[in-house]
């Protein structure tokens, strides 16, 4: 994904692609200081898209599988995600969660993230929706792409395979 989403409903971005926010960090404004959680997006043709803003836990190494500007993501098999319905886990390949924390998404998403099974990560020097377009714009972002599943609330997810 090598361009920045469009942060209105059925809105297009550079390459034509259309995304819609459906839940999470959404509405416009500066993160006022701030680093925004990460948030849920689809993509136009439904794919699941986690948008994380930069932060030190989460770091982006092109050496762990991010891809830079104008470089589609390759699905990394050695990362995996879980999503509960409230809960996100992205696990690194040594074990270690990259994101753990809780994630508002609509219904929408989690059905998508159930067919196509992946989950694409964007990340760069942006802390809130209104930084993610000039930070694609500048070639900031670094994207991912990982195998996703929903699991059950009630019961932990599985450890990531070795």
Do not use: K
């Amino acid at each position: 994904m090598d361009h920045p989403p469009d942060r209105r409903r059925g809105g297009r971005g550079r390459e034509g692609h259309q995304v819609e926010l459906v839940g999470g960090g959404g509405g416009g404004g500066g993160g006022g200081g701030r680093v925004w959680e990460p948030w849920a997006e689809l993509m136009a043709d439904h794919r699941p898209v986690l948008v994380a803003p930069a932060a030190p836990g989460r770091p982006a190494p092109a050496g762990d599988g991010w891809s830079g500007p104008g470089a589609p993501p390759e699905l990394r098999r050695d990362w995996s995600a879980a999503f509960d319905g409230t809960r996100l886990v992205v696990t690194r390949p040594d074990g270690q969660p990259w994101y753990d924390g809780p994630l508002t998404a609509a219904r929408e998403w989690a059905r998508a993230l159930r067919a196509h099974g992946t989950l694409v990560i964007v990340t760069g020097p942006f802390t809130a929706p209104a930084d993610l377009r000039p930070a694609a714009a500048g070639g900031r972002l670094s994207t991912l792409a990982v195998p996703a599943r929903l699991v059950d609330a009630h019961r932990p997810p599985p450890a990531a395979a070795d």
